[in-house]
Nanobody, 115 residues
Framework: QVQFVESGGGLVQPGGSLRLSCAAS????????MGWYRQAPGKERELVAN???????NYADSVKGRFTISRDNAKITVYLQMNSLKPDDTAVYYC?????????WGQGTQVTVSS
């Protein structure tokens, strides 16, 4: 089962940028997609962006045009470039590997957007 080490979170001012990284180790059977999800206190965990095995991507409407998901297959790492950050982006961000049996979650990294 794949395991993740997430990094890149932190405190940033509105309008700033962060780049999240999720480095994988181990393996996952029949990988379908990798993605970033986020959860703010008192709210449900929500999709931020997915990247599928064929390279297609999708984004939550709230982040379109601001966030970009990408991957480095050689390093088995998925990234989330986050630009024009807003206070509403504040959440714990989780990396996920998805297969037919569900998936595996990273430990989460805190992103706080505040003046």
């Amino acid at each position: 089962q794949v395991q993740f080490v997430e990094s890149g979170g932190g405190l940033v001012q509105p309008g700033g940028s962060l780049r999240l990284s999720c480095a994988a180790s181990g393996s996952i059977f029949r990988l379908l997609a990798m993605g970033w999800y986020r959860q703010a206190p008192g709210k449900e965990r929500e999709l931020v962006a997915n990247i599928f095995v064929d390279g297609r991507t999708n984004y939550a409407d709230s982040v379109k045009g601001r966030f970009t998901i990408s991957r480095d297959n050689a390093k088995i790492t998925v990234y989330l470039q986050m630009n024009s950050l807003k206070p509403d982006d504040t959440a714990v961000y989780y990396c996920k590997a998805i297969n037919l049996r569900g998936g595996s979650w990273g430990q989460g990294t805190q992103v706080t957007v505040s003046s």
